[in-house]
């Protein structure tokens, strides 16, 4: 739930200055648009993939939700690298 605001937090705070705001704001919506498009799809390819090449990581047919953990365990391990606050922001 608060993840959305926080997000939207680090992408203004991101932003070189309050100049760029809008465009910084543009091209993030355009990569949240495109993800949200090409989620599904991925995911059920490779959900589709497992299942039919049981062999696939040898999960027998779970081996797309291996793959989606350590991907979410990489996104939270990034998401830790954040800075912990909004210091280099230039203000014009």
Same mark, same amino acid.
């Given at each position: 739930?608060?993840?959305?605001?926080?997000?939207?937090?680090?992408?203004n705070?991101?932003?070189?200055?309050?100049?760029?705001?809008g465009?910084?704001? +543009? !091209?993030?919506q355009? $990569?949240?648009s495109?993800?949200?498009?090409l989620? @599904?799809?991925g995911? #059920?390819?490779?959900?589709s993939?497992?299942i039919?090449?049981p062999e696939?990581?040898g999960?027998?047919?779970?081996g797309?939700?291996?793959?989606l +953990? !350590?991907f979410t365990? $990489?996104?939270?391990?990034?998401?830790?690298?954040? @800075?912990d606050d909004? #210091?280099?922001?230039?203000e014009?």
């Amino acid at each position: 739930m608060f993840t959305i605001g926080i997000s939207f937090i680090f992408l203004n705070n991101a932003a070189p200055s309050r100049a760029h705001l809008g465009t910084t704001n +543009g !091209l993030a919506q355009m $990569v949240v648009s495109a993800t949200r498009a090409l989620g @599904p799809f991925g995911a #059920a390819s490779l959900y589709s993939v497992s299942i039919s090449h049981p062999e696939f990581l040898g999960l027998r047919g779970y081996g797309v939700f291996v793959l989606l +953990g !350590l991907f979410t365990g $990489v996104a939270v391990y990034c998401s830790l690298l954040l @800075p912990d606050d909004g #210091a280099g922001r230039n203000e014009e």
